[in-house]
């Protein structure tokens, strides 16, 4: 049955919202169990009790230790315990007025406690005189003092700052030790010319330069997001180099009359900001490729490396002959970026018309195939019919050409949010890597199966490591700071969407994710303000905001954004996956379960949150659960 045409009507918006006892308790030891509290007082007491009997049997009953030894080390494996459980559990809770992070300010009062307690038994022990105890004492709080004054530093800095993750000015120490060797970022090429809308050939030479160098032996490429952050900006290239850290920038103009082009390029060292090689080529629109290998081979030739002869090693393939066909690919790569559901639609319009002119242009297949996928993330229309068409054109493109990076990633990209068929979306991102190390987005979407299945830790390494290549892409992350929620890493995780949002506060989802973190500090006014401020509209959106009413206690609201949501789902998408978890936020589980086999049904990709959503901690005991985790791959 639709849900949507249920007749049990939800229960008056006069109800209470009721929470029982089972589900705190079964909430709580979920928090246990993420934060590694009672792994911690295993090893704590298993631990403790085996140093306290070597110190009882072997350094007291043997070598005739004083018994107050047993004392201090019991005082001391306790101090350490409390310590341990007291950062464990409060790591990314809600700081405290002034951004004091409450672990910082109780760690080491439990350790100047513990300390204290030691040196005083520790005195009895040998018979100190009041003199010597006096200078002691003063020695132990400047240490104290010391380790406070440290830990207050540590706190007041980011962490994606003491990790690598935000990039550093150009005098921080990282920077002083120089950029990797054979390093280079390709900016976008200014549009000289008197027609603006020939931007996208501008882009598209850059973009196409950045896949040929990426496949250079030796040589690390900046990606492009990174890359064309810079677009429109006034500044200068050695400035660019220092931020991305690389020791080369290529930079050139086009001027394109019809035909006719008007092509300059120029490989600056960012040292000293001399021209390594310029060139200028003026030449005819079907030269292009021509153009883009030269330059290719002369930045190569300078920069000394993955050379075999006079040739490039692994230089890109040629995907077709017909400029006329390559230049509405460029059009289609152009509107797909834009992440916007009426401009992610107009690239349709250019990878089909591409395919008309060359039926054999594999690229054109792969690319569109794409388009349908961000349009699955980005639109109200229903995934299904979008995973389909992509398929069918990923599929396209490998039998036009199996050794296509890009195809293989977006046939990765179904196999994994639409068929659930997990180790296939890791077989193809693993053959994408293969086809072209550098690809980032390869990693990208590793690094996200890996954090759906609850590899946390695996995911975190990788979004790090394409952090290098990649360093101001948001999508990257916003993706870790997600990653950091689910593994309830809080603090981690909204400094990192923070940071994601100071740089692009536009990017879909950046606002909700940083939602949920302000939920579970049970800031909800301030939750509901992040959720409202986020870019992606629709049922998503409100269904969350939803969600927020239902655990802040606002029935009335919440009940309202589901029965609305309830009608307007008989004509109009609304993700499933949403619609069940406000169901189960008020209370509503049956009609809950019949939401997310509808979303299976409907291979709605948010289902792929379902293994380490806390929003679905209440009912994760349910069979019902545990079934439909097992239908879509995430639970033997």
Same mark, same amino acid.
């Given at each position: 049955?639709?849900?949507?045409?249920?007749?049990?009507?939800?229960?008056?918006?006069?109800?209470?919202?009721?929470?029982?006892?089972?589900?705190?308790?079964?909430?709580?030891?979920?928090?246990?169990?993420?934060?590694?509290?009672?792994?911690?007082?295993?090893?704590?007491?298993?631990?403790?009790?085996?140093?306290?009997?070597?110190?009882?049997?072997?350094?007291?009953?043997?070598?005739?230790?004083?018994?107050?030894?047993?004392?201090?080390?019991?005082?001391?494996?306790?101090?350490?315990?409390?310590?341990?459980?007291?950062?464990?559990?409060?790591?990314?809770?809600?700081?405290?007025?002034?951004?004091?992070?409450?672990?910082?300010?109780?760690?080491?009062?439990?350790?100047?406690?513990?300390?204290?307690?030691?040196?005083?038994?520790?005195?009895?022990?040998?018979?100190?005189?009041?003199?010597?105890?006096?200078?002691?004492?003063?020695?132990?709080?400047?240490?104290?003092?010391?380790?406070?004054?440290?830990?207050?530093?540590?706190?007041?800095?980011?962490?994606?700052?003491?990790?690598?993750?935000?990039?550093?000015?150009?005098?921080?120490?990282?920077?002083?030790?120089?950029?990797?060797?054979?390093?280079?970022?390709?900016?976008?090429?200014?549009?000289?010319?008197?027609?603006?809308?020939?931007?996208?050939?501008?882009?598209?030479?850059?973009?196409?330069?950045?896949?040929?160098?990426?496949?250079?032996?030796?040589?690390?490429?900046?990606?492009?997001? *990174? =890359?064309?952050?810079?677009? @429109?900006?006034?500044? #200068?290239?050695? %400035?660019?180099?220092? $931020?991305?850290?690389? &020791? /080369? +920038?290529?930079?050139?103009?086009?001027?394109?009359?019809?035909?006719?082009?008007?092509?300059?390029?120029?490989?600056?060292?960012?040292?000293?900001?001399?021209?390594?090689?310029?060139?200028?080529?003026?030449?005819?629109?079907?030269?292009?490729?021509?153009?883009?290998?030269?330059?290719?081979?002369?930045? *190569? =030739?300078?920069?000394?490396? @993955?050379?075999?002869? #006079?040739?490039? %090693?692994?230089?890109? $393939?040629?995907?077709? &002959? /017909? +400029?006329?066909?390559?230049?509405?690919?460029?059009?289609?790569?152009?509107?797909?970026?834009?992440?916007?559901?009426?401009?992610?639609?107009?690239?349709?319009?250019?990878?089909?018309?591409?395919?008309?002119?060359?039926?054999?242009?594999?690229?054109?297949?792969?690319?569109?195939?794409?388009?349908?996928?961000?349009?699955?993330?980005?639109?109200?229309?229903?995934?299904?019919?979008?995973?389909?068409?992509?398929?069918?054109?990923?599929?396209?493109?490998?039998?036009?050409?199996?050794?296509?990076?890009?195809?293989?990633?977006?046939?990765?990209?179904?196999?994994?949010?639409?068929?659930?068929?997990?180790?296939?979306?890791?077989?193809?991102?693993?053959?994408?890597?293969?086809?072209?190390?550098?690809?980032?987005?390869?990693?990208?979407?590793?690094?996200?199966?890996?954090?759906?299945?609850?590899?946390?830790?695996?995911?975190?390494?990788?979004?790090?490591?394409?952090?290098?290549?990649?360093?101001?892409?948001?999508?990257?992350?916003?993706?870790?700071?997600?990653?950091?929620?689910?593994?309830?890493?809080?603090?981690?995780?909204?400094?990192?969407?923070?940071?994601?949002?100071?740089?692009?506060?536009?990017?879909?989802?950046?606002?909700?994710?940083?939602?949920?973190?302000?939920?579970?500090?049970?800031?909800?006014?301030?939750?509901?303000?992040?959720?409202?401020?986020?870019?992606?509209?629709?049922?998503?959106?409100?269904?969350?905001?939803?969600?927020?009413?239902?655990?802040?206690?606002?029935?009335?609201?919440?009940?309202?954004?589901?029965?609305?949501?309830?009608?307007?789902?008989?004509?109009?998408?609304?993700?499933?996956?949403?619609?069940?978890?406000?169901?189960?936020?008020?209370?509503?589980?049956?009609?809950?379960?019949?939401?997310?086999?509808?979303?299976?049904?409907?291979?709605?990709?948010?289902?792929?949150?379902?293994?380490?959503?806390?929003?679905?901690?209440?009912?994760?005991?349910?069979?019902?659960?545990?079934?439909?985790?097992?239908?879509?791959?995430?639970?033997?």
């Amino acid at each position: 049955m639709h849900p949507g045409k249920r007749t049990d009507v939800p229960p008056s918006p006069k109800e209470v919202l009721s929470s029982s006892g089972t589900s705190k308790l079964r909430t709580f030891l979920l928090k246990l169990r993420k934060r590694r509290i009672i792994e911690t007082l295993a090893a704590f007491i298993g631990g403790g009790w085996l140093l306290v009997e070597v110190v009882e049997r072997l350094l007291v009953g043997h070598y005739k230790f004083p018994e107050e030894s047993i004392d201090l080390t019991v005082v001391s494996v306790v101090g350490a315990l409390l310590a341990t459980l007291v950062w464990r559990w409060f790591g990314g809770t809600e700081k405290r007025p002034g951004n004091i992070k409450i672990e910082v300010l109780l760690v080491p009062l439990i350790i100047l406690a513990t300390l204290s307690i030691d040196l005083t038994i520790l005195l009895r022990i040998i018979g100190i005189s009041g003199k010597t105890f006096l200078i002691a004492a003063v020695t132990v709080c400047i240490g104290i003092a010391w380790t406070i004054l440290k830990s207050l530093q540590w706190a007041a800095a980011s962490p994606l700052s003491a990790l690598g993750l935000v990039q550093k000015p150009a005098d921080s120490p990282s920077s002083a030790s120089g950029p990797p060797e054979k390093s280079i970022v390709v900016l976008p090429f200014k549009n000289i010319g008197a027609d603006p809308e020939q931007d996208y050939f501008c882009e598209g030479l850059a973009e196409e330069l950045i896949n040929v160098l990426t496949q250079v032996r030796d040589l690390r490429v900046v990606a492009r997001t *990174s =890359a064309f952050s810079f677009q @429109g900006k006034d500044e #200068d290239v050695r %400035e660019i180099g220092k $931020k991305l850290n690389v &020791e /080369n +920038v290529l930079e050139g103009s086009v001027r394109k009359a019809g035909q006719k082009l008007r092509i300059t390029a120029q490989l600056i060292n960012v040292a000293d900001g001399y021209h390594l090689w310029s060139e200028r080529f003026d030449r005819e629109m079907t030269d292009i490729f021509a153009i883009q290998d030269e330059i290719a081979q002369a930045v *190569s =030739a300078k920069m000394k490396t @993955g050379m075999q002869g #006079d040739r490039i %090693e692994g230089v890109a $393939k040629r995907y077709t &002959e /017909n +400029v006329e066909a390559y230049n509405l690919y460029l059009k289609g790569i152009y509107w797909r970026r834009m992440l916007s559901v009426d401009r992610v639609s107009k690239s349709f319009d250019f990878f089909n018309r591409a395919i008309e002119k060359d039926p054999g242009y594999a690229l054109a297949f792969a690319g569109l195939a794409y388009a349908y996928l961000v349009l699955s993330f980005y639109s109200p229309t229903p995934p299904k019919d979008l995973y389909f068409k992509a398929r069918q054109a990923s599929l396209k493109a490998l039998e036009l050409d199996d050794r296509l990076a890009e195809a293989h990633e977006a046939l990765g990209v179904v196999k994994a949010y639409w068929e659930w068929d997990w180790e296939g979306a890791e077989r193809e991102f693993r053959r994408t890597l293969e086809l072209n190390p550098g690809y980032v987005w390869g990693h990208f979407h590793l690094a996200n199966i890996r954090g759906y299945s609850g590899r946390f830790d695996e995911a975190i390494d990788i979004f790090r490591k394409i952090h290098f290549l990649d360093p101001l892409n948001t999508a990257f992350t916003r993706n870790l700071g997600e990653c950091y929620l689910h593994a309830d890493r809080l603090r981690e995780a909204e400094e990192t969407l923070r940071d994601t949002i100071e740089i692009d506060p536009s990017l879909p989802t950046t606002w909700i994710n940083l939602g949920y973190i302000l939920l579970r500090q049970s800031r909800y006014e301030d939750a509901v303000t992040a959720m409202s401020k986020d870019s992606l509209k629709g049922s998503v959106l409100e269904l969350n905001i939803g969600i927020i009413y239902a655990r802040m206690g606002k029935r009335e609201e919440a009940l309202r954004i589901l029965h609305d949501w309830l009608e307007r789902s008989e004509k109009e998408f609304a993700s499933p996956y949403y619609m069940a978890l406000l169901c189960f936020a008020l209370g509503k589980n049956d009609l809950g379960f019949q939401w997310l086999e509808k979303g299976y049904e409907e291979h709605d990709g948010w289902l792929m949150n379902m293994k380490v959503d806390f929003l679905l901690d209440d009912v994760r005991d349910d069979p019902r659960f545990a079934a439909l985790l097992k239908k879509i791959g995430l639970q033997k």
